[in-house]
C-alpha cells in the first residue's frame, strides 16, 4: 500500500488543479465558519450561540457538504487525466494490475478524506462556543458527525472515481454527475418513500440532515442514522468494485 501511495503521490503533486481546489476549500470552509460563528440565534426553546457544543460538529459538518462538489471534481479530472496521457496503460504494462490501481486511487481518495475531517474538527475547536456551566465532555457529545461526514465524502467520491473511469473525459463524466444530483432531486420529491430515499446521492446527504429545523436543533434518530450509513458504506464497496469491473474490461 505504501508503494502505490507513493506512485499517486509523485503523480498528484505536480497536477496544480489538486492544489489549487485544496486550498480553496479549505479558506472557503473556514470562511464560511467565521461568518456563522458571529451569529446568535433566537429560538423558541433559548438563544443560542450559532456554534455552541456539541451541535458545532453537525452544523460544520452539514455545511461543509455543500463544497463536497470540488474534492469530487479533482477527482474526476485526477482519473481522467490520467487516461488522457495514456498513463494507466503504462503502468498497466509496466506490470500494475487494475485492482492496484483502483486501490491507489482510493487511498488518495482516504487521504483527501482525512484531511476534510481533520480541518473540520480543527475549525469546530476553534470556533465551538462551550455553553455556560457546562462541563468539558459536552464537546464530545456529537463528535460523530465527523465520522458521517468521513464515510459521506468518501462515498460521494469513489463516485466520481467510478464516472471518470467509465467515462475517461473530464466533462462528460462531470455532467452526468450533475444529471444524477437533478435526477435524483426529482424522484425523491417526486416519488418519495424509504425505498427512493436510500438513491445513493440523496443517502450522503440525508446521513447528516439540516441543523436548524422548526426554530431549534434536530436530532436524527440514531437508528436511521445507522440504518443510512450502512447504505453508503455498501454504496462505497459497489463503487469501487464497479471501477475495478469497468477498468479490467476496458481497452486501455
Known amino acids: 500500500m505504501l508503494r502505490l501511495l507513493t506512485i499517486e503521490w509523485l503523480k498528484l503533486k505536480s497536477f496544480r488543479m489538486f492544489w489549487v481546489v485544496l486550498i480553496a476549500y479549505t479558506v472557503i470552509i473556514a470562511m464560511v465558519i467565521n461568518q456563522a460563528a458571529e451569529l446568535k440565534l433566537d429560538l423558541p426553546i433559548a438563544q443560542l450561540e450559532a456554534l455552541q457544543f456539541p451541535d458545532v460538529w453537525h452544523i460544520i459538518t452539514w455545511a461543509s457538504n455543500t463544497l463536497n462538489i470540488l474534492l469530487a471534481a479533482v477527482m474526476v479530472f485526477y482519473v481522467c487525466d490520467e487516461f488522457r496521457n495514456h498513463t494507466v496503460r503504462k503502468q498497466m504494462i509496466d506490470g500494475m494490475t487494475e485492482a492496484e490501481f483502483v486501490l491507489g486511487k482510493v487511498l488518495i481518495l482516504i487521504s483527501l478524506t482525512i484531511f476534510s475531517t481533520l480541518i473540520l474538527f480543527l475549525i469546530g475547536l476553534v470556533f465551538g462556543v462551550k455553553p455556560p456551566l457546562a462541563d468539558n465532555s459536552v464537546i464530545w457529545e456529537k463528535i460523530h458527525y465527523l465520522g458521517l461526514h468521513f464515510l459521506s465524502l468518501l462515498t460521494y467520491m469513489s463516485l466520481a472515481m467510478l464516472l471518470g473511469i467509465i467515462f475517461k473525459r473530464a466533462i462528460p ?24 430515499e ?24 440514531l437508528n436511521g442514522v445507522t440504518i443510512i450509513a450502512t447504505v453508503v458504506a455498501i454504496y462505497f464497496l459497489v463503487f469501487n468494485l464497479l471501477s475495478w469491473l469497468k477498468l479490467k474490461r476496458s481497452s486501455l
Open 173 to 196: 463524466a462531470l455532467m452526468v454527475f450533475i444529471v444524477l444530483h437533478i435526477v435524483e432531486f426529482y424522484f425523491v420529491r417526486r416519488i418519495g418513500g424509504s425505498i427512493i
Open 198 to 221: 436510500l438513491l445513493p446521492l440523496h443517502a450522503m446527504d440525508d446521513m447528516i440532515s439540516i441543523p436548524f429545523l422548526a426554530g431549534k436543533v434536530t436530532k436524527a434518530p
